[in-house]
């Protein structure tokens, strides 16, 4: 069964430092999103993107965050400079489209800031 | 405000038995409800999706209900097992399908 898979599973950084957290979306899905999950809060959307583009972010998707596909199979999300707070788990999740159907999420990347 | 409440927040039951969680939500417009299972530190796994025109659908021994008039969804589990353990988060998809997510309710199945 086709699955969306992120990489890394875990991954710990000290504060201000770069990170990149990888997914690879099912391949015919053309809507991408990432959210994340504080621990034990609820999921939050963070953007979507659809046709090399952002179609939507929220008000936690600030200027240190940005998502690009480089290659036309990897999502990325990079924070530039972490900070405490952005300890979560990070899903990447896609659809084939975007007003029906269901949403597979990867199974997260956890980010530990430090 | 839209908004998804989820309830109980958590809930222990034995093994063998059955539950219900519960949803309400104030989104407007409405597209569709999905419930989905997060086991621990694991990703959503989508159980069910319900349409405005959907007042019941089935997936195994999970069956989600929804009332489009007063805003309220449930997930009946029926013959829980320990696998069942994990949480359960009611998410509904508003205008342009944006998807608000509830809490999550914690179930707990204990043999």
């Known amino acids: 069964e086709p699955e969306v898979t992120q990489t890394p599973s875990h991954q710990v950084t000290q504060m201000g430092q770069e990170v990149i957290l990888r997914c690879v979306p099912i391949s015919n899905h053309l809507y991408f999103y990432w959210y994340r999950q504080i621990l034990g809060q609820k999921v939050e959307f963070l953007v979507s993107?659809?046709?090399?583009?952002?179609?939507?972010k929220s008000e936690i998707f600030d200027d240190q965050f940005s998502v690009e596909r480089p290659d036309g199979s990897n999502f990325t999300l990079k924070i530039r400079s972490t900070k405490l707070e952005d300890s979560a788990m990070y899903f990447c999740?896609?659809?084939?489209?975007?007003?029906?159907?269901?949403?597979?999420f990867g199974e997260g990347s956890r980010l530990t800031v430090l | 405000k839209n908004q998804v409440e989820q309830s109980p927040q958590s809930l222990i039951i034995l093994e063998g038995k059955n539950c219900t969680l519960q949803?309400?939500?104030?989104?407007?417009?409405?597209?569709?409800l999905r419930w989905y299972k997060q086991d621990t530190g694991r990703g959503p796994v989508s159980l069910t999706i319900m349409t405005f025109s959907e007042n019941t659908k089935s997936n195994g021994r999970y069956t989600a209900t929804l009332d489009a008039d007063t805003k309220q969804s449930s997930l009946h589990i029926t013959a829980s097992q320990l696998s069942d353990s994990a949480s359960y988060i009611c998410v509904v998809a508003g205008g342009y399908n944006k998807l608000i997510f509830g809490a999550g309710t914690r179930l707990a199945v204990h043999p």
């Open positions: 949803c309400n939500y104030t989104v407007s417009p409405f597209s569709n």
């Open positions: 993107f659809y046709n090399n583009e952002i179609s939507e």
């Open positions: 999740a896609s659809r084939e489209t975007q007003n029906s159907g269901e949403l597979f």
